[in-house]
């Protein structure tokens, strides 16, 4: 079956440490996002990438850092400037950029102690 | 101007009621207007979408309402189930934009039994 796979799906982190989370998607989608998620305030854009060897800083991308070295995988690194890393982060893909469908993975949920 | 305003932030209802739930936006850029639903623990899923030459579209129970002049778009949920409780998201695409979306703050539903 098709979809998109987010690893861990839990992770707890100390702090000033990085840590990455992985994205790996068999849709043969050019374009993946990173969301994170916060309670009460929807979905917030971190990076996306349209193509392979390419990405954008979102909205809320410092403290964050991706890579786009295969089509298939997308990975998020929360790094230690990021200071409020709590958050679920979702990763998403799309089979046309700007179309508006968005697949998503199943989240990772990210606890710094 | 890129604010889509989603409300109420939760809402509770009985079996059998009528959700309904609002989003508003500025941005008369925008032409795409997606509903995502996101169970516990799970990535958001697109639900049903409209664009803004329409004033209505059903799929099954559920129903989106648009109101272009005053920016303006609604969820409704027809003879609602406890399997409905969930979160919703509005979004809204920006024309020509491969950001992809803009999400609203999300509305927590309840169905009671």
């Known amino acids: 079956d098709g979809g998109i796979t987010q690893s861990p799906k839990y992770l707890f982190r100390k702090e000033g440490q990085n840590v990455t989370l992985s994205c790996e998607q068999n849709l043969n989608h050019d374009a993946m996002y990173w969301y994170r998620q916060d309670p009460g305030q929807g979905l917030r854009l971190i990076y996306y990438s349209q193509i392979v060897n390419d990405f954008q800083k979102g909205d809320i991308a410092e403290g964050y850092s991706v890579s786009r070295e295969k089509k298939e995988s997308f990975p998020l690194t929360v790094t230690s400037a990021q200071k409020n890393p709590t958050a679920f982060y979702l990763c998403?893909?799309?089979?046309?950029?700007?179309?508006?469908?968005?697949?998503f993975g199943e989240g990772s949920r990210l606890t710094v102690l | 101007q890129q604010q889509v305003k989603q409300s109420p932030q939760s809402l509770i209802v009985q079996k059998g009621g009528i959700p309904i739930i609002n989003c508003a936006y500025e941005?008369?850029?925008?032409?795409?207007f997606p509903w995502y639903q996101q169970f516990p623990g799970k990535g958001p899923a697109l639900l049903i979408a409209?664009?803004?030459?329409?004033s209505e579209k059903k799929e099954g129970r559920f129903t989106i309402s648009f109101n272009k002049s005053a920016k303006q778009f609604s969820l409704h949920i027809m003879d609602s189930q406890p399997g409905d409780s969930a979160t919703y998201f509005c979004?809204?695409?920006?024309?020509?934009?491969?950001?992809?979306?803009?999400f609203g703050s999300g509305t927590q539903l309840t169905v009671l039994p």
């Open positions: 998403a893909s799309t089979p046309r950029t700007g179309s508006g469908e968005l697949f």
């Open positions: 941005n008369t850029a925008f032409d795409y």
């Open positions: 409209i664009r803004p030459d329409v």
């Open positions: 979004a809204a695409r920006l024309s020509g934009s491969a950001r992809q979306l803009t």
